[in-house]
């Protein structure tokens, strides 16, 4: 049977605002299990902004607090921080748990570095970690450079900015991808994030042979959002909840319905 995929809601869903109380009122009302918003840390406080800004525009910000605050009474919903600045975990963490999100409802993904968990291993006791796949892969370059180029300023570079270094992994992609697979069980997390128009039939296969999940980003056609929840993501973040709802509702067995996709012959599209 598949196991079906949570539906994560998008900062910006369903047109509202990016970064806005709005869009997380709109993951509450359609029934959203999750609602991503993006975390940095300005003008004193913990703020929704996907992108840098000046202090001044900060101060004009949502607060994290103000979601945790919505989210908090709606059981078993859960907040999904995407991390942009890797300092702010600890502060996340602990407002958290002041609204008593724990390790089942609190998703930190983003700037979430797998040098960062060997060192905090603890982390993974009071959030789920989807870790980023450009994060996964970072790491290992960064691993493959000579020990005397592996300074604090390379390696807040690379995993500050890592998809240019990402991109010159590419001619062996496949390799990379099984490493990574192999951080994930070495690290314990709760799924491997990944954009979506990455994976392909071969790939997710191999993928689930190492026994790892998978969460895919940002999937907005109706098409890919049905190919991917037969394909057995643990979660899937879109901009329109109400349609992958739909789409998850349809898929749900019921008395004399099939518990299996049907057969394609080309698998999860590729």
Same mark, same amino acid.
């Given at each position: ?8 809601? #998008? &900062? %910006?869903?369903? %047109? ?7 869009? =997380?009122?709109?993951? *509450? ?19 929704? &902004? #996907? ?10 910000? $949502? ?8 989210? +908090? $009474?709606? +059981? %078993? ?7 942009? /600045? +890797?300092?702010? *975990? ?22 979430? #570095? ?10 993974? /006791? ?9 994060? +996964? ?20 570079? =690379?995993?500050?900015?890592?998809? $240019? ?10 390799? #990379? ?11 314990? =997390? ?16 191999? *993928? ?32 329109? =909840? ?13 008395? %004399? ?14």
């Amino acid at each position: 049977m598949i196991q079906l995929a949570e539906i994560t809601a #998008h &900062s %910006g869903c369903e %047109g509202t605002p990016m970064d806005s109380v709005e869009s =997380v009122e709109a993951a *509450i009302r359609l029934g959203a299990d999750a609602a991503e918003v993006d975390v940095r840390r300005g003008a004193g406080s913990l703020v929704l &902004s #996907h992108d840098r800004r000046g202090e001044a525009e900060y101060a004009s910000r $949502p607060r994290l607090e103000q979601v945790f605050a919505l989210v +908090a $009474p709606r +059981a %078993g919903m859960k907040v999904n921080c995407d991390i942009k /600045e +890797a300092d702010v *975990i600890p502060d996340v963490l602990a407002l958290a748990a002041r609204y008593g999100l724990d390790n089942e409802r609190l998703v930190l993904s983003g700037s979430v #570095h797998p040098a960062y968990l060997r060192e905090n291993p603890r982390v993974l /006791e009071r959030a789920r970690v989807a870790l980023n796949l450009e994060q +996964a892969l970072a790491e290992l370059y960064l691993e493959g450079l000579p020990a005397r180029e592996r300074t604090a300023q390379t390696c807040a570079l =690379v995993r500050g900015t890592p998809w $240019p270094y990402v991109r010159e992994m590419a001619g062996e992609a496949d390799a #990379h991808l099984e490493r990574a697979c192999g951080m994930c069980v070495e690290l314990g =997390v709760w799924t491997l994030n990944v954009p979506y128009a990455l994976l392909t039939q071969e790939r997710m296969e191999r *993928i689930r042979a190492r026994g790892v999940r998978l969460s895919v980003w940002t999937v907005n056609d109706e098409e890919w959002i049905r190919s991917m929840l037969a394909c057995g993501v643990a979660s899937l973040t879109t901009l329109r =909840v109400g349609l992958a709802l739909a789409i998850r509702r349809g898929m749900e067995p019921g008395p %004399g319905t099939r518990t299996e996709p049907p057969p394609r012959k080309e698998g999860c599209r590729s």
